[in-house]
């Protein structure tokens, strides 16, 4: 058999994890990125002309719903690996908060023959903290780590017994797995639709106070200092939050956290017309939180930027705001909106946003991910910073649709997507087994 050969030709690359920002080429072979290419394989080797585009490592995601399953009307592994392509993203950790939920070894292994199967991007699994996320007792913690999950997690929910937390946190520790946790105490949080504050007055809402985050966050950092464990905290909103994990870093504690660029870019105000694809979990909040989460993200208290890709249906969303599901999707749009709120605004260079997205998340689960290192998998993400496009549903790959960006403009455009030297998205069009028929006109 034949080698299989690409040069990606005269791109800027932008390789954070290796200190790399230089126009150049990249080299790859069989799927693996190499230092060159002999003159008779160049010869036979595909040409990626990637003038005037940033070459980066494929992007990654610790923090998205395939919502397979149990709820694939919204979402499955199939689709939700084309809106992360479609996002320049090459590797994914999914929820366990399907149905059945992912609390046995059983259900996760089906899962993993799923992924492999439809997904073109790779995938991996986390496990729950609670059988049946139900937060009553713990599931088969290390069943699910020998299984193959990378974190262990109830998201969508929060453990509200703090001895039973704990007890998680020891078993976490000893078994040197990461938990994730939804950092949320629901006795605050009941009907809450939207921040506490001003504008859930004025609409008339019910509020959900800052503190529902920071109690448990507070929480958590307590039990990491005692037990070890590495507890991560899952999409921070609230300078409170921001400001308790900067003073836990200082002290050394094993606790790390994520930003999601919804939470970057609104805020409350954005609810003000009662728009459900503005209702998330947790709420967007204030500009003064928006400002600490950007600050936090910036000094290395938040650690990375994760989307919380939340499919849901039209006809879920169209319900009143009362009763509309939380969340939005995020995978197609992820970049564009941190280029936009980060970069663009002077904020922060390229390299930093792509190192929170790339080497950074990969590094905190342990992923082979998020690098251009020689022998790595060739995973690349091709785009430009600068070009605009119209978010619409003919530009969003997933079943779903519910952004809060749908008729938008946004300034940064992946151009192609590459998982192990293989172009799986190339600008308009998904490349699985097959083309598929939907394409996007940016």
Request: hydrophobic fraction near 40%; proline fraction near 4%.
């Amino acid at each position: 058999m034949n080698d299989t050969c690409t040069i990606i030709r005269g791109g800027r690359i932008l390789d954070p994890a290796n200190g790399r920002d230089e126009i150049g080429d990249l080299f790859i072979k069989n799927g693996i990125l190499v230092e060159t290419l002999s003159d008779v394989e160049r010869k036979q080797a595909e040409i990626i002309e990637a003038k005037g585009s940033i070459v980066c490592p494929g992007l990654v995601d610790i923090h998205v719903h395939f919502r397979e399953p149990g709820q694939t009307h919204k979402e499955n592994v199939q689709t939700g690996s084309w809106a992360a392509a479609a996002g320049g993203f090459t590797s994914v950790v999914f929820m366990p908060n399907t149905s059945p939920a992912c609390d046995s070894a059983v259900t996760l292994e089906s899962l993993r023959t799923r992924t492999e199967q439809g997904a073109i991007v790779r995938v991996y699994p986390t496990g729950c903290i609670t059988l049946g996320r139900k937060g009553k007792s713990l599931a088969p913690m290390q069943a699910l780590k020998e299984a193959g999950a990378v974190a262990l997690t109830d998201d969508g929910d929060c453990i509200q017994n703090h001895e039973l937390m704990k007890r998680a946190a020891e078993y976490a520790a000893m078994l040197d797995i990461p938990l994730m946790d939804h950092c949320q105490d629901e006795s605050l949080t009941q009907g809450a639709v939207m921040n506490e504050g001003i504008y859930s007055l004025k609409l008339g809402l019910e509020g959900w106070p800052r503190e529902a985050e920071s109690i448990i966050v507070h929480r958590n950092i307590a039990l990491a200092q005692t037990t070890g464990a590495h507890i991560h905290m899952q999409h921070m909103t609230s300078k409170d939050a921001v400001e308790l994990l900067r003073q836990a870093k200082k002290q050394g504690i094993r606790v790390t956290a994520e930003v999601s660029p919804h939470h970057l870019s609104l805020t409350e105000e954005a609810l003000s017309t009662y728009n459900t694809h503005f209702k998330m979990n947790p709420p967007l909040r204030t500009e003064e939180d928006r400002e600490a989460l950007i600050e936090g993200l910036l000094d290395g208290t938040l650690d990375i930027i994760a989307t919380d890709h939340a499919p849901h249906a039209a006809d879920e969303k169209e319900l009143c705001l009362d009763d509309a599901p939380f969340g939005i999707v995020g995978l197609e749009t992820s970049l564009a909106v941190c280029l936009e709120t980060l970069y663009h605004k002077k904020r922060c260079s390229l390299s930093d946003i792509i190192a929170r997205m790339t080497h950074k998340p990969a590094k905190l689960l342990g992923l082979p991910a998020g690098t251009l290192s020689i022998g790595a998998k060739a995973d690349i993400a091709l785009f430009n910073p600068d070009e605009s496009w119209t978010v619409g549903r003919n530009t969003l790959f997933g079943k779903s649709t519910n952004s809060p960006w749908l008729g938008t403009s946004l300034q940064g455009r992946i151009q192609k997507t590459l998982v192990g030297g293989r172009v799986v998205f190339d600008g308009e069009r998904i490349f699985a087994e097959k083309l598929v028929s939907k394409t996007c006109a940016r």
